[in-house]
């Protein structure tokens, strides 16, 4: 089987992280967001994973190779040189994705975290024998998006309504697919939307079904819901595998520390926090609901609450970080420094507090 994941353009959402890496190479509990599909797909048996990508492949792709091997799974680019859309890439990466074996093949969009129920998915996508299926999420506030309205019974779609003001439903479209190579044939190799334009001529003809995701899902494309994505994929991990999350007197709740990090004594870590590879914690440090990324430190007695601290950042002594505020790259916050929701650019040094949220340049 085969798979097209949707990468797309520059992350500006997620900056300034994405300013030192495509965004889903951008780590999420300890790894690149990108490998928590990846590696989920090669368990259902894909065998090769296309990226449609028009920003930086080579540096996606370099940095893929040694996941390539070690998880034995092919990954190729689709490069756009103009942006086509969520349809258009398929068009573009048609050869890639049709092999003549007439399997369908999943598209999925780079930002969602979820349980991935692939297994579920091409059970479900055989069994009614339509020519698409979508996963749907249920929301509490389906005003802000686009709504699916469906049979409950068959899983049949039978409409879409943009931003509804009446309630017609509560089901999303949660941005992973099955589609049978014949959805190829309605897409043209130009700008395309699959949601607005190419799903709703299948709906029509009904042959578009969706279910609905069982679990968590988040689109983790903006901090505030990378950081709700971190709790809802940690809740998730302690019912799945707990012996993965830390333990110990200084833990409260769910907390991922990966194994080569430090901790130092008199700490208090949790809940909903991941501390990546290589990080070093100092003693007495408090740590809740945050990111710390690979290689950076946090020094004696520092805070870190509701933010994300950047790879290979330190946070000073006594400094107290809080309210989203997010560090990219290289960043150091000197001792004794405030941050209240402070953006800052890669490579910078903060020497004065911040005060209310704004972007350091």
Not at 158 to 181: D, W
Not at 297 to 304: E, F, M, P
Request: one cysteine or more.
């Amino acid at each position: 089987m085969k798979a097209l994941i949707l990468v797309g353009g520059f992350g500006t959402r997620l900056r300034p992280l994405t300013l030192s890496v495509p965004k889903p190479l951008v780590e999420f509990a300890n790894k690149p967001m990108i490998l928590h599909q990846i590696e989920a797909l090669k368990e259902v048996g894909v065998t090769e994973v296309v990226l449609a990508i028009n920003y930086q492949p080579e540096v996606m792709l370099n940095f893929l190779k040694e996941f390539e091997n070690k998880l034995g799974i092919k990954i190729t680019c689709s490069r756009e040189t103009e942006p086509l859309g969520t349809a258009g890439p398929l068009a573009l990466a048609r050869d890639k994705l049709v092999d003549g074996s007439g399997e369908p093949f999943f598209v999925l969009n780079s930002d969602v975290i979820s349980e991935y129920p692939f297994a579920e998915l091409i059970q479900f996508h055989n069994a009614h024998g339509g020519e698409a299926t979508i996963l749907v999420t249920q929301v509490n506030e389906p005003s802000k998006y686009g709504v699916v309205v469906m049979d409950e019974e068959t899983g049949t779609v039978e409409r879409f309504v943009e931003k509804p003001k009446a309630f017609v439903g509560n089901k999303i479209n949660a941005g992973i697919y099955l589609l049978s190579p014949s959805v190829l044939d309605r897409i043209q190799l130009k700008p395309t939307s699959i949601e607005k334009q190419v799903f709703p001529q299948i709906a029509a003809d009904q042959k578009l079904f969706a279910m609905v995701l069982p679990g968590f899902w988040m689109d983790i494309g903006q901090p505030k819901d990378y950081i709700t994505g971190l709790r809802l994929y940690l809740d998730s991990l302690r019912k799945k595998s707990p012996s993965k999350l830390a333990a110990g007197s200084h833990v409260v709740g769910n907390v991922l520390v990966h194994e080569t990090a430090v901790v130092g004594e008199g700490c208090l870590i949790g809940p909903d926090v991941s501390v990546g590879p290589g990080c070093v914690v100092e003693a007495g440090v408090r740590l809740s609901r945050c990111t710390v990324m690979r290689g950076a430190r946090i020094k004696k007695h520092a805070c870190v609450s509701g933010s994300i601290i950047g790879t290979h950042s330190t946070v000073g002594q006594w400094a107290r970080i809080e309210n989203m505020t997010i560090l990219g790259e290289d960043v150091h916050v000197g001792d004794e420094i405030y941050s209240n929701g402070g953006v800052v650019l890669p490579h910078k040094e903060i020497k004065s507090s911040i005060l209310k949220p704004e972007i350091v340049m």
